[in-house]
């Protein structure tokens, strides 16, 4: 059973990279891929906090912890010293990275978790090469890509 949660945990962060950067397209709220990916990662984070009491006074959980708290305290200061431009949106966002920070620090204590990070950020890179190709050279651009679309209006004119 262990092993399969560590090919779950394996899978779901290598998988993380990907859905980040394929985000602008795929659906988005609450429900998308992205986010439900990263509250597996966060409920399973929770359940190794809750098993191994160690992981709670490890320096890089504590470290990212702290920068969770900073982000915390400067959106606040943020919302009180410019409350119009302040969006609850932004503050969703923001939480999400924090939850999916602490949980990475705390699922990814072993080298193969790296190493399935790296993995991902390369096929993440490869498949945005592969849109922004397929953009260049039909001169389309998908239609949520906004500033893709921008752009290629300002080359156009």
């Known amino acids: 059973m262990r092993r399969v949660l560590e090919t779950g945990e394996l899978v779901c962060v290598s998988l993380l990279p990907l859905l980040a950067t394929l985000s602008l397209y795929l659906p988005s709220g609450l429900a ?10 966060v409920l399973d984070g929770v359940v ?19 920068i969770g708290v900073c982000f915390a305290v400067f959106g606040v200061i943020a919302t ?6 302040t ?20 699922v990814g204590r072993r ?10 950020w390369f096929v993440a890179g490869l498949a945005c090469a592969g849109v922004g190709v397929w953009e260049s050279v039909t001169g389309r651009h998908l239609s949520v890509n906004l500033p893709g ?8 004119a």
């Open 32 to 41: 998308s891929p992205l986010r439900l990916l990263t509250l597996l990662l």
């Open 80 to 85: 009180f010293r410019f409350p119009e431009s």
């Open 111 to 120: 080298r193969v978790i790296l190493v399935g990070l790296i993995a991902g």
């Open 149 to 156: 679309a921008a752009y290629g209006r300002a080359a156009d």
């Open 48 to 66: 190794r906090l809750v098993r191994g009491p160690r992981l709670r006074t490890s320096p890089m959980f504590l470290g990212t912890l702290a």
């Open 87 to 106: 969006d609850l949106v932004n503050f969703g966002h923001v939480g999400f990275m924090v939850l999916l920070m602490v949980a990475l620090s705390v």
